[in-house]
């Protein structure tokens, strides 16, 4: 492995195929044509060789809680970015592959024809997997580009300790990154290349006809509220600016009116980069309170969770925490649970804490939870279940199962964080020991948390947002 810029690196040692007939980039998470390092390397490798790109897009039947939620906010990017491909010049295919009798090896089919493989660096989920599989089968160079956040992934040499070491460093080097993006243009255009891969036209009309083919969790239907695609998260954004910004710093911990940006799904699946969010807040009207909350959540946090996955091999298990919480831990495992609920019950909304119910129906219901209340799920559920470990498991399948936002570093960070992950030690209490402890009475306090649970009690009758105030 080498590092070739602070953004790309190359897998592997093979030599660029001779007679190859286009450069081909993976597109796997960062789906959007504007703001992507990984596509502009593709871009640059392609002028470089004279050659037409292609770019494919592959969404399979059976990653971890593939379900009609997060197919059909995949799918509705599909369309708008045929479109942006074709004005770029380049081939895209997308290629949804339904169940075990459809079509497999597809990359490995279309990297038959390539000089080389760019692919997307994302440090969590299945990707990492990917690109191992992917260096593993081809003969070809594979360069793995880091289009994740503002600063580059390899700025920080190692895994930093809490929101306080990383913050500093990011405050340095800031300036130099949060500059508006120079594309780079595509010159040998071609954007019907024949390759050896199905590929699926996706409509706005044929979304829903298209996911009931697939053999995924039909029970978690697509969100009323959230729909994918960089023009709807474009329209979310502008509303954000406009409406919801100017107060963002009071309305932030509100989760009973459309307070924050409600942007991390499309940040998730990259229809829109944290740059471009972070350049329309530096340059609104807001005031500089607003605009600085805002931008510690969007970099030092999110930052701070990609560093956590990229450098933290443990990242999805409770072997991540640092020493501290090991200890309480240790003394704590055996406390006495007064009530255990089952995944059944919570996935149901079914305990004796309305707050924490609201929450879970608000995730089942639209796909999203407000940050605010999100943390006191994640707590609740530790005092729940038998040990840490079944607590971990479980918020990772809810939070995952449900949110369009999961299987992201910062789904992570979250979870690990209620267990004291970049916290710091607390008052030593049950079960929790010297992790920071929350309460739906205190916590409801602090908010209208009676408007809170009554929306989401409307939400199956009237899925709509709460108003702005
Ligand atoms: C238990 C638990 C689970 C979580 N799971 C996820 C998850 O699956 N996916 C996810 O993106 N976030 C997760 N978070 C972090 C946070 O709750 C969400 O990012 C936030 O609710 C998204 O809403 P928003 O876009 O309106 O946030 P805003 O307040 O508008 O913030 C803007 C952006 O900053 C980032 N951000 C905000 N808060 C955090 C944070 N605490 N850590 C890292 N980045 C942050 C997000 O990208 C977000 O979109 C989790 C937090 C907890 C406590």
New binding site residues.
Partial sequence: MEQINERTQLLNDKEIREDAKYVMYWMQIFKRTHDNHALKFAIEKANELDLPLVVYEGLKFYYPWASDRIHTFILEGVEEKRKEFEKIGATYLFYLQKDDDSPKQTVKKIAEDAALIVTDDFPCFIIPKHNQAIVEKADIPVYAVDSNGIIPMSKFEKEEYAAYTIRPKIKKILDDYLVPFEDVELENKKTNIEVDCPDTKVTSDNIADLVAECDIDHDVKPSPIYHGGTKNGRKRLKKFIEEILPNYDET?NKPEVDG?????SY??FGFLSALEVALAVKDSDASEDSKEA?LE??IV??E??YNFTKFNDKYDSLEALPNWVQETMREHVDDEREEIYSLEQLENCETYDELWNATQREMNETG????YV??L??KLVIQWTENYEDAFVI?EHL?NKY?L??R?P??Y???L??FGKHDRPWMEREIFGKMRYMTSKSTGKKFGSKKYIEWTKSLKDNPKLPDTK
Wanted: aromatic content about 8%.
């Fill in positions: 932030r924050s940006s409600r942007l991390s940040l998730h805002y959540e969007l946090r999110r701070l969770s999203e939870v407000h940050n999100r943390m799920w994640g918020l939070n949110c936002d999961g992201n910062n789904s960070a979250g979870i964080w209620c």
